[in-house]
């Protein structure tokens, strides 16, 4: 049932995400071709479009916290035993939780003050746009505190939990170095069979 619904949420967040992206980008190449071709535009494009690119930022924060793919340290983490591990990982989750507080705070304060204003090309309340940080406090608090659960009540999770994505350039590097190894292997079999 939990993961059923997990995996709704990811579709749902990625259809958005995808929609967005899509609406950017019709924007903004229609208002080109109209600019260039016939000398006009669409008036409210730019607008439409930095508003999309702001919730498709903070759709892919939530994203990227899911699937562990936000930016950290592990140096330390690595030398720590299990045990260890588990209580910095909860410990570092609960200063998440408390920063994600004061960001639903300050965001729902800063929406309702801004009900009245209004966006000046498209004329969509600015409430549409501080609402995102509503929307991403909630959603990344729903993420954070599912880890917190599964550190608690899967200590063998912990490894997956705080497993840190490897940079591009040490990705890059492991694959040379595995495709430079393979050919020398592959050259000592050969005489090594020969023999």
Same mark, same amino acid.
């Given at each position: ?7 709704? #949420? ?5 259809? #958005? ?23 006009? =535009?669409?008036? *409210? ?9 702001? *919730? ?7 994203? %990227?916290?899911?699937?562990?793919? &936000? ?18 990982? !909860?410990?570092?989750? %609960?200063? !998440? ?10 965001? *729902?304060? $800063? ?7 209004? %966006?000046?090309?498209? =004329? ?16 990344? =608090?729903?993420?954070? #505190?599912? &880890?917190?659960?599964?550190? #608690?009540?899967?200590?063998?999770? $912990? ?16 694959? &040379? ?12 079999? %050969? ?5």
């Amino acid at each position: 049932m939990l993961r059923r619904i997990g995996k709704l #949420l990811d579709t749902t967040l990625n259809v #958005l995400m995808a929609v967005a992206l899509a609406f950017m980008c019709i924007l903004v190449f229609g208002n080109v071709v109209l600019r260039y071709g016939f000398n006009s =535009g669409i008036t *409210w494009s730019e607008e439409m479009s930095r508003f999309l690119f702001i *919730w498709l930022s903070f759709f892919g924060a939530i994203g %990227a916290l899911k699937d562990n793919n &936000h930016l950290g340290v592990d140096i330390l983490l690595k030398k720590l035993p299990p045990r260890a591990k588990q209580v910095v990982f !909860i410990i570092s989750n %609960a200063i !998440i939780l408390y920063v994600l507080y004061l960001l639903l705070d300050g965001s *729902w304060k $800063i929406t309702l003050s801004s009900i009245g204003s209004r %966006a000046p090309a498209t =004329g969509l309340p600015m409430a549409f746009i501080y609402g995102t940080g509503l929307v991403v406090s909630i959603g990344m =608090g729903i993420v954070t #505190l599912f &880890h917190i659960y599964q550190a #608690l009540f899967r200590p063998e999770a $912990i490894d997956e939990l705080t497993r840190m994505k490897e940079s591009e350039e040490e990705i890059i590097a492991v694959a &040379h170095s595995e495709a430079t190894e393979l050919p020398q292997e592959r050259k000592q079999d %050969a005489v090594g069979g020969e023999r």
